[in-house]
């Protein structure tokens, strides 16, 4: 397939930044970096993933596209709509050929919007989602979906959209993975009187924030010995307090200190240092990167038992509780708190399952097989 170029395109929220992206360009800049002709279509970038600038086609279009859409309400009749979508698109794309792979990220109507066009191409067209957006559309867009390959980042969202729109084909599941050169245990964990809880996430609530301080007000009650560290922001690349925010701020109990936004190697680094990692997620999460990039580190997770996240300890590495619940959030914090071969055991565990199922190394194999499949 060396003579077949696979185009990424983005959504037109999306920078292509390891600092100021989210987990799509995070997913997007380790399956291609080492791929030497696959393209990454994208509103904006900068250069910290590494990608030669000659492979990241910046699409000004996409960010203007983005303003409409908000001035507009998405009121946009679809025929018109689908005819901007290609007037911004197709310039990005005009060097598609015969059989090479337009992989869109998240947006079944850039899709349905680009399929007469890749058709006279003869090219490929690939849907991939990474959360539940696909359910969400009108039928009359979803019917006119033909893409060749349906991509899920779980079983979840497979499901969830096979039931919505069971005349989908081709659906298939690719896992997420984290970077095990970036994230990897510490040669020793020293022994401290106090354990440190690490809460990695946008702070949003249905990230369950809010939910994480209760369960840390709760171990405070019970002197239990824990420090709770909350790293994160409304948005990726840091953002200014919402209300949201400066409530958990001011209801946060003692034992709780708040990061500020982290990537890359400091918030690597914040996971080797914890001895406990907590994902309260409190809606139907499609897999949850935090959980395996806390894995890698050999660190021992609690996370809810909601949408993909059951699916990433199958092997092990978690305990899992209820979303939603404050006290068996805290009781399975505190399980581990005070167990130190327990965590041990966990941790090491989610260490192998990790190596197994979600380095790069195994997600990269895994996209390739399924070009392979798509490209006989």
């Given at each position: 397939?060396?003579?077949?170029?696979?185009?990424?395109?983005?959504?037109?929220?999306?920078?292509?930044?390891?600092?100021?992206?989210?987990?799509?360009?995070?997913?997007?800049?380790?399956?291609?970096?080492?791929?030497?002709?696959?393209?990454?279509?994208?509103?904006?970038?900068?250069?910290?993933?590494?990608?030669?600038?000659?492979?990241?086609?910046?699409?000004?279009?996409?960010?203007?596209?983005?303003?409409?859409?908000?001035?507009?309400?998405?009121?946009?009749?679809?025929?018109?709509?689908?005819?901007?979508?290609?007037?911004?698109?197709?310039?990005?794309?005009?060097?598609?050929?015969?059989?090479?792979?337009?992989?869109?990220?998240?947006?079944?109507?850039?899709?349905?919007?680009?399929?007469?066009?890749?058709?006279?191409?003869?090219?490929?067209?690939?849907?991939?989602?990474?959360?539940?957006?696909?359910?969400?559309?009108?039928?009359?867009?979803?019917?006119?979906?033909?893409?060749?390959?349906?991509?899920?980042?779980?079983?979840?969202?497979?499901?969830?959209?096979?039931?919505?729109?069971?005349?989908?084909?081709?659906?298939?599941?690719?896992?997420?993975?984290?970077?095990?050169?970036?994230?990897?245990?510490?040669?020793?964990?020293?022994?401290?009187?106090?354990?440190?809880?690490?809460?990695?996430?946008?702070?949003?609530?249905?990230?369950?924030?809010?939910?994480?301080?209760?369960?840390?007000?709760?171990?405070?009650?019970?002197?239990?010995?824990?420090?709770?560290?909350?790293?994160?922001?409304?948005?990726?690349?840091?953002?200014?307090?919402?209300?949201?925010?400066?409530?958990?701020?001011?209801?946060?109990?003692?034992?709780?200190?708040?990061?500020?936004?982290?990537?890359?190697?400091?918030?690597?680094?914040?996971?080797?240092?914890?001895?406990?990692?907590?994902?309260?997620?409190?809606?139907?999460?499609?897999?949850?990167?935090?959980?395996?990039?806390?894995?890698?580190?050999?660190?021992?997770?609690?996370?809810?038992?909601?949408?993909?996240?059951?699916?990433?300890?199958?092997e092990g590495g978690g305990l899992l509780v209820d979303p939603g619940s404050a006290g068996?959030?805290?009781?399975?914090?505190?399980?581990?708190?005070?167990?130190?071969?327990?965590?041990?055991?966990?941790?090491?565990q989610g260490l192998a399952g990790f190596q197994k199922n979600f380095s790069w190394c195994?997600?990269?194999?895994?996209?390739?097989?399924?070009?392979?499949?798509?490209?006989?």
């Amino acid at each position: 397939m060396s003579n077949i170029t696979v185009y990424h395109v983005l959504d037109e929220a999306e920078k292509f930044s390891e600092f100021e992206g989210g987990a799509i360009s995070r997913w997007v800049a380790n399956i291609v970096r080492y791929d030497a002709t696959s393209k990454v279509i994208c509103p904006d970038a900068d250069d910290t993933w590494g990608i030669p600038a000659e492979r990241v086609i910046r699409n000004p279009g996409l960010a203007g596209y983005r303003t409409f859409q908000r001035r507009t309400r998405h009121k946009l009749p679809w025929p018109l709509r689908s005819r901007l979508l290609r007037w911004i698109l197709n310039p990005s794309l005009r060097e598609v050929r015969e059989k090479d792979v337009v992989w869109i990220h998240n947006r079944p109507d850039f899709a349905v919007a680009l399929q007469p066009f890749l058709r006279t191409r003869n090219a490929k067209l690939v849907l991939q989602m990474h959360n539940s957006f696909l359910v969400q559309w009108k039928g009359y867009i979803m019917r006119a979906l033909a893409a060749d390959m349906n991509v899920f980042v779980s079983e979840f969202l497979k499901n969830e959209a096979h039931s919505k729109w069971p005349h989908l084909r081709q659906c298939v599941v690719l896992y997420n993975g984290a970077d095990d050169k970036m994230f990897f245990p510490l040669s020793e964990r020293k022994q401290g009187e106090t354990c440190t809880i690490l809460f990695a996430s946008r702070l949003v609530p249905e990230k369950g924030v809010h939910i994480f301080l209760q369960a840390m007000r709760l171990l405070q009650e019970r002197n239990i010995r824990a420090q709770g560290v909350v790293a994160g922001a409304s948005a990726f690349g840091g953002s200014k307090p919402t209300p949201y925010i400066r409530e958990l701020h001011k209801t946060a109990p003692s034992n709780v200190v708040f990061a500020g936004y982290v990537a890359g190697k400091e918030l690597a680094q914040r996971f080797r240092e914890a001895d406990v990692f907590c994902c309260a997620s409190a809606w139907q999460e499609p897999f949850g990167l935090v959980n395996i990039e806390a894995m890698a580190c050999a660190v021992p997770v609690v996370a809810t038992r909601t949408g993909g996240i059951p699916e990433i300890f199958r092997e092990g590495g978690g305990l899992l509780v209820d979303p939603g619940s404050a006290g068996q959030l805290a009781d399975a914090l505190e399980k581990l708190v005070l167990n130190r071969p327990l965590r041990e055991e966990i941790g090491a565990q989610g260490l192998a399952g990790f190596q197994k199922n979600f380095s790069w190394c195994v997600a990269r194999k895994n996209y390739e097989n399924l070009l392979g499949k798509l490209l006989p």
